[in-house]
């Protein structure tokens, strides 16, 4: 399944990848992919030092690259049918936002000592933007991985992740958390990833829903998401206040990860409101998330399912980063008996993630599809996922 997938994906979009490539700058180059995510749970815990559990998917960005023999990047985005042209020092920034994130990658390479040389580029991909897949982590993953490769670096996947972060960090202005980048580095076919945003561990965890009777499948309400200037910087904030309270008497505690729910209780008057139910959300959601990784382990679905249930109602009414449309289609799920339904990634629009036992499959995909057209007049995106490779060279 994922090896067809794969294949479709490869003959869609090489082909124009490359034809525009050589029809721009002639000779062709090499070729190189990195996926979105998804995450089964683990949300806004990232930056709180706790635990996330995604794995990549069979949806990438791809990109032609060859050095030019000059300090420029010249780069071309199919998907847009915009070109940019920077060059690789700080004052270079290219103006156009999505050329910022392939810049920000270079400038944070060469602030780790490489010598990143002038390159011509064209890339495209079917990563659904503002979707909470994660399509800018793909963008960077891809450039990261595939300048280290082409110029020998000797980065690891860690480090090429940690670029994608600092870029985002650095050059879009989203203080995110290492969940995207370090799945789109380090994604495996049929794995999920568990990882200790806190000391880097992780571990595979094989992951065959199908295997146990059930599906995994996004619904996208195509409400966009846009993190930049978003109260996204804004969450993370309210955890770092609430981690500062609770060092007063608790010093050891370096993360929201390392506190008890009775350390945030000790503070609730020295701060706000708002501050202590988003703290209450990510305390929260770092136990939630090793209960159903031990639910996992016994291919207990229905417990994961329900610890999903539960993010999406701290993610909606503590955490503030569902919406409306989220809320809806999670109402949905729950009406067609779905195992488990979230919103999925940092919120504020985008994808639900669902699993559901698959005789009532088809039921739910009908009835999410009709509702949703009814109450909001647009088509919600059905997209089955396929847990799929990280970062690669394609040729
Ligand atoms: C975005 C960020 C991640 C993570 C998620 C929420 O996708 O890029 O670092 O914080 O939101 O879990």
Known sequence: MAVKSYLKYKIMNCDNIRAKFTELYGEAGSVYTSPGRINIIGEHTDY???????????????????????????AFSIDLNESSEFGLNEEDAPKEGWAKYIFGVCRELVKKGANIKGFDTTFAGDVPLGAGMSSSAALESTYAFALNDMLSLGFGLMELAKVGQATEHNYVGVKCGIMDQFASCHGK???????????????????????????????????????????????????????????????????????KMEWLEEVIGCITQEDYIRAEYAIGEVKRLLDACEALEKNDYETVGAKMYGTHIGMSVLYDVSCEE??????????????????????FGGCTINIVAADKYDNFIKVVQEEYKNKYSIDCEIIPVVISDGARKIC
């Open 189 to 259: 076919a049929g794995h999920l990833m568990r990882l200790d945003c806190k000391t880097g561990e992780f571990v595979y965890v094989p992951f065959d829903p199908e295997k146990h009777g059930y599906k995994v499948v996004l619904v996208n309400t195509c409400v966009k998401h846009e993190l930049v200037d978003s109260p996204y910087n804004k969450r993370r904030e309210s955890c770092e206040r609430a981690v500062k309270a609770i060092q007063v008497k608790h010093p050891e505690v370096e993360f929201l990860r390392d506190a």
């Open 48 to 74: 709180n030092g706790g635990f996330v559990l995604p794995g990549a998917v069979d949806k990438c960005i791809t990109a032609e690259i060859k050095f030019n023999g000059t300090d420029k990047v010249r």
């Open 326 to 347: 989220l809320d809806f289609v999670n109402e949905v799920a729950k009406k067609c008996g779905v195992t488990g339904s979230r919103v999925m990634g940092g919120g």
